[in-house]
Each structure stands twice: as structure tokens, then as C-alpha cells.
């Protein structure tokens, strides 16, 4: 069974940094993509950052120059790095994966973990 376990979210003062990760675990034959959205009270979730199978990254252009993503390949894993961190960036964060197969023949899935909150204090 595929499931997302995200870890990394926490309190942080304004101008720190936190870094997220996210393992995809269970039987995976391939991930096109993975991200992380993030929804904030009262508004809609919004894309913070994502990276595709050959690395292209795309990110929020409230984030670029603040917040990097990476990816682990190896360990289905992707990572978020988040620097000089404002109050408005406190939300909770969601990991997603696009694209998910299991075995060479199977449909493509999307997945998303369970969330983790991100406070950031001013």
C-alpha cells in the first residue's frame, strides 16, 4: 500500500529555516512527479513546489529564492528546504506524488501525505 510520511514541520521564528521531507513508501515502480502544497486558514490549497521526473522544479513565486526542492530518487523521497521564513509562509504543508505506478502495468495514481503544520512566529 502506498502512503506518504512527511516529517519536518514545526515552530520557527521569522528568518529561520525549516526542512521538510517526504518518503513515498510501499511498492513503487515509478513517480513522475512530487510537490508540496500548502493551505493556510480560510484560504484554498496553493502548489509551494514541485520536481519532475528529469528535475525540472517549479515553485510559487511567493517562494523562489527562499525555498529549494529537492529530490532523492533512490528512496522515493522529496525534500524542502525553506529559508528566511515569513509569517505568511505559516500554513500546513502537504506532500504530493503525480503519477504513482506500482508495477510496469498498473494505472497512475496521485497521492498526498497527511500534513504537517508550519508556524512561523513574527
Known amino acids: 500500500q502506498v502512503q506518504l510520511v512527511e516529517s519536518g514541520g514545526g515552530l520557527v521564528q521569522a528568518g529561520g529555516s525549516l526542512r521538510l521531507s517526504c518518503a513515498v513508501t510501499?511498492?513503487?515502480?515509478?513517480?513522475?512527479?512530487m510537490g508540496w502544497y500548502r493551505q493556510a486558514p480560510g484560504k484554498q490549497r496553493e502548489l509551494v513546489a514541485a520536481i519532475r521526473g528529469d528535475g525540472i522544479t517549479n515553485y510559487a513565486d511567493s517562494v523562489k529564492g527562499r525555498f529549494t526542492i529537492s529530490r532523492v530518487y533512490a528512496k522515493n523521497t522529496v525534500l524542502l528546504q525553506m529559508n528566511s521564513l515569513k509569517p505568511e509562509d505559516t500554513a500546513v504543508y502537504y506532500c504530493?506524488?503525480?503519477?504513482?505506478?506500482?508495477?510496469?502495468?498498473?494505472?497512475?495514481?496521485?497521492?498526498w501525505g497527511q500534513g504537517t503544520q508550519v508556524t512561523v512566529s513574527s
Open positions: 510501499g511498492s513503487i515502480f515509478s513517480i513522475n512527479a
Open positions: 504530493n506524488a503525480q503519477g504513482v505506478k506500482v508495477t510496469p502495468g498498473s494505472e497512475r495514481r496521485d497521492y
